[in-house]
């Protein structure tokens, strides 16, 4: 079946770099996102990599996909205090039915 | 357009009412979708339209939640007989289905709270 899976929590300091890994099992997805959720808000996309690209950037995010093992991860560069957020990583299964991971928890340490 | 909206952002009710929730997608958006996000947990599909046919529902859309999209513009989620565990965050999203569209815009939800 079709599963996402992620770290729940991270921390990182300010300045640093933040990485955030996700699994997947549906090799026939199409596109690969991360969405970010503040407190109170909906969901923004944030990123996106279409299955047959290796890597995308976009000024401070990189996302790195590994098509072999099913591993996505997302790399924040610079971490400012307006990246605390829950980060899910998802996937677009059959149907165009998004496929959502629990959510990562990024902490930003002062 | 000022992106997909939903009301009320905000419902309490008892236990055993019925409630009825309305998403307004992006207009020429002819997909439109609901989730359902619990506390602690990413966002589950529940349901799917393109244009006023729902063409999909998850296992977890008992019979007691029923989906619309009369015009295959504003749809309505709702659920009868409410119980403690249908409490959540509705989230809808739109797309626009075409060649190479990859996003899903979704509104800011609605909260229910079932006591």
């Known amino acids: 079946g079709e599963d996402v899976e992620q770290s729940l929590f991270l921390s990182v300091r300010e300045g640093d770099s933040s990485v955030i890994n996700c699994t997947y099992t549906d090799s026939s997805s199409t596109y690969l996102y991360w969405y970010k959720q503040e407190p109170g808000a909906g969901l923004q996309l944030l990123t996106y990599i279409f299955s047959n690209m290796d890597m995308k950037q976009d000024q401070r995010l990189t996302v790195l996909l590994n098509k072999k093992d099913k591993h996505l991860s997302l790399r924040i560069a610079d971490t400012q205090t307006g990246d605390s957020a829950i980060y899910f990583c998802a996937e677009k299964g059959r149907d165009d039915k998004i496929i959502f991971g629990k959510g990562t928890r990024l902490h930003i340490l002062p | 357009d000022t992106g997909v909206s939903q009301n009320p952002r905000h419902k309490i009710t008892k236990r055993g009412q019925n409630v009825t929730f309305r998403c307004d997608p992006i207009?020429?958006?002819?997909?439109l979708y609901w989730y359902r996000q619990t506390l602690g947990q990413g966002p589950e599909f529940l349901t799917y339209?393109?244009?006023?046919?729902?063409?999909?529902k998850s296992r977890l859309l008992s019979d007691r939640f029923s989906a619309e999209r009369p015009k295959g513009s504003f749809s309505t989620l709702e659920i009868q007989r409410t119980e403690q565990g249908d409490s959540a965050m509705y989230l809808c999203?739109?797309?626009?289905?075409?060649?190479?569209?990859?996003?899903?815009?979704f509104g800011p939800g609605t909260r229910l709270t079932v006591t």
């Open positions: 207009s020429e958006h002819n997909r």
């Open positions: 999203a739109s797309s626009l289905s075409e060649t190479g569209d990859y996003e899903q815009y």
């Open positions: 339209f393109q244009n006023e046919a729902q063409l999909e």
